[in-house]
Nanobody, 117 residues
């Protein structure tokens, strides 16, 4: 599975961005799909993930209510809608894919999100 992330950029605090991650090489409808981020000088953290079927999701506390993860299995894509962005959301964002019950094994390249104050 190859993952291609896109949609990062520079936005002012309070603004919105939408990240997309498109998979190729294999359909990922049976995979757990997630977004992770790593800020400069910090450990990576899981931001959000969506389970097969698209109904079950979870979020890290700091983005709950502001970010929405969704998947479009017909397009082999997972999206992260980020609203009310804060400077502390600045990071490189990565998408990943995992078989249910297993660790993430496929990763896309990062896309940089910069939120200015």
């Amino acid at each position: 599975v190859q993952l291609q992330a896109s949609g990062g950029g520079l936005v002012q605090a309070g603004g919105s961005l939408r990240l997309s991650c498109t998979a190729s090489g294999q359909f990922v409808s049976s995979y757990v799909m997630g977004w992770f981020r790593q800020a400069l000088g910090k450990e990576p953290e899981a931001v959000a993930q969506v389970f097969p079927g698209g109904r079950a999701t979870n979020y890290t506390d700091s983005v709950e209510g502001r970010f929405t993860i969704s998947r479009d299995d017909a397009k082999n894509t997972v999206n992260l809608q980020m609203n009310s962005l804060k400077p502390e959301d600045t990071a490189v964002y990565y998408c990943g894919a995992a078989r249910v019950g297993s660790k993430y094994e496929f990763w896309g390249q990062g896309t940089l999100v910069t939120v200015s104050s």
